[in-house]
Nanobody
């Protein structure tokens, strides 16, 4: 059974940090690129970070670049999103998605709330 499970969300003050995890099972995770998306209230879902299979390349949306870092550990079938200097506009549900040329797999998401 294919699964992607996100974890690590929570409530944090502005300027704080969180590390999200996306753990996969049921498919050849190492062969898949992984994206982190953010679904903010009343906004369209947007990609915030991308990592290719093997971790050879990463990319970020303009508003999170230099604050967020995506990485992967294929031994653990997990992709991480380290989020630093969080801002209120980072609030939303964070979802990971894996794509390897065929079906795209999605997790259920983890809530991140940045508020004082």
């Amino acid at each position: 059974q294919v699964q992607l499970v996100e974890s690590g969300g929570g409530l944090v003050q502005p300027g704080g940090s969180l590390r999200l995890s996306c753990t996969a099972s049921g498919f050849a995770f190492r062969d898949y690129a992984v994206n982190w998306y953010r679904q903010a209230p009343e906004k369209q879902r947007e990609v915030v970070a991308i990592i290719t299979s093997g971790g050879y390349s990463t990319d970020y949306s303009t508003d999170v670049k230099d604050r967020f870092t995506i990485s992967r550990d294929d031994r653990k079938s997990t992709v991480y999103l380290q989020m630093n200097n969080l801002k209120s506009e980072d609030t939303g549900v964070y979802l990971c998605s894996a794509w390897g040329g065929g079906p795209q797999y999605w997790g259920q998401g983890t809530q991140v709330t940045v508020s004082s």
